[in-house]
């Protein structure tokens, strides 16, 4: 009995085990079908931000405050953490810029600018928050590295073809750096002289009000800021209009599809002492 | 009788519990395996890019994972399902290997840090300083949770 048992088993043993390879395949089939889509690896757009905030830096200088900086850091990274990317190769950062525009900039990646400009025209801790939440959502959608002409792209995957490489050879260093050049320029361009299209920067306020009230803010607060800067006249010519669709496009947008949520006034009351006594 | 039943028992398990077995990696440069799936829970280790962590289960937007014995909880956007080993990976001057083209992908197909160094020899006066500084600032989570907690907001 045990001689013609034991041989089966074995025998089904690795049937078995070989079977687990051809399921890995068709699940790696999968994997590469959907990552086609995917321009960049995480890595690759962390190190295109790092550059294209290099170039914002280069021309806004940065305000060095670190209390402001931390307090702007944490309403930013609450809103990241209820966003649907809490997690990015590099993380979230935010600075402010030294800058009297209003405005605010997402780099590739996690950096995330905003102008002393901006931070004077919000009222509240809400709006702040929902400013935040508009740029984590441009960092979400990877909206910054989809602005990357898609011939540098395959300039570089045809450089490399199927070689991976942790060091290149002068030549292949030299079309790479060529390439990475391109790439920060077209998203520099795109997110600070053209502005993102219509629908990314609908997109962008539609998931900016999900993340605000996931984490607990009042996410009227973003249609409040929009409403301020038409009244100000702040919604034409240079700063946010330069880099935003028409203003009063985006607010019919917000006011139709902000969720209706009930905003402890109280605790409403604490978010905006505390971010009078961080701008003061 | 029960040493045969026990043999055969085990010769069905085994296979079945590799084909269920399944590891996701680390596509962040750190992350935490945390004692619960939640953020600000514990951390029981740290992972780095490129580790491989043997998938549990999941739960919600969390990976249950056992890294190096370690069992904990990592959120799904800190990994990814495809594989790459960055030992494959060949060094100039170093014998060539193949990687597979998800590997390629995963490892940093083109723009890499010594695409970033030659880009900054070209563009001195690009401020990457400030970038490191603006990247070395990080809230701590205590005092993260803490802001959280005072405001009234919602934990993640």
Do not use: E, H, N
């Given at each position: 009995m045990n001689r013609i048992l034991y041989p089966i088993l074995i025998l089904v043993f690795f049937a078995v085990s070989c079977s687990q390879i051809d399921i890995g395949s068709i699940g790696q089939v999968a994997q590469e079908t959907f990552s086609a889509?995917?321009?960049?690896?995480d890595e690759e757009e962390y190190y295109v931000g790092r550059a294209v905030a290099a170039q914002i830096l280069s021309t806004y200088p940065l305000l060095e405050n670190r209390s402001l900086t931390e307090y702007v850091n944490s309403v930013g990274e609450t809103v990241a953490l209820h966003?649907?990317?809490?997690?990015?190769?590099?993380g979230y950062h935010f600075a402010i810029l030294n800058s009297s525009e209003i405005n605010a900039f997402s780099c590739p990646g996690g950096i995330i600018f905003i102008t002393r400009g901006t931070i004077n025209a919000v009222r509240n801790e809400d709006e702040l928050a929902a400013v935040l939440a508009h740029e984590v959502a441009h960092i979400n959608h990877r909206d910054g590295v989809s602005a990357i002409q898609k011939a540098r792209l395959t300039q570089v995957a045809t450089l490399i073809g199927s070689q991976a490489a942790q060091r290149y050879t002068p030549a292949q260093l030299s079309q790479l750096v060529s390439a990475f050049e391109g790439s920060v320029d077209d998203v520099f361009k795109t997110i600070v002289v053209n502005g993102y299209g219509r629908s990314q920067e609908y997109h962008a306020d539609e998931s900016a009000l999900s993340y605000l009230s996931r984490a607990g803010y009042d996410p009227s607060a973003l249609e409040d800021f929009l409403e301020r800067l038409v009244s100000q006249g702040q919604?034409?010519?240079?700063?946010?209009m330069k880099t935003h669709p028409a203003t009063a496009d985006r607010i019919e947008r917000v006011k139709r599809e902000t969720p209706s949520v009930k905003v402890d006034a109280s605790a409403f009351k604490i978010r905006t002492r505390r971010f009078q006594e961080a701008v003061r | 009788m029960k040493v045969r039943l026990f043999i055969v028992l085990l010769f069905i398990a085994v296979p079945a519990v590799s084909l269920g077995a399944e590891t996701v990696t680390v596509i962040t440069k750190e992350n935490a395996i945390r004692e619960s799936c939640r953020f600000f829970a514990p951390v029981k280790a740290t992972v780095h890019y490129g580790d491989a962590l043997e998938v549990v289960s999941q739960e919600g937007d969390w990976f249950q994972v056992n890294f190096r014995g370690v069992p904990g909880c990592i959120h799904k956007s800190a990994v990814s399902k495809e594989s790459f080993s960055l030992s494959k990976l060949h060094l100039t001057g170093s014998p060539k290997q193949s990687a597979s083209g998800q590997e390629v992908a995963l490892a940093g197909k083109g723009f890499n840090p010594q695409v970033e160094a030659a880009y900054r020899n070209q563009n001195p006066q690009l401020k990457f300083g400030e970038v490191n500084a603006i990247e070395g600032y990080k809230v701590s989570e205590i005092r993260l949770r803490e802001f959280i907690r005072s405001g009234k907001l919602n934990p993640p």
């Open positions: 889509a995917k321009p960049l690896s966003s649907d990317r809490p997690v990015t190769y590099g919604s034409s010519g240079g700063g946010i | -």
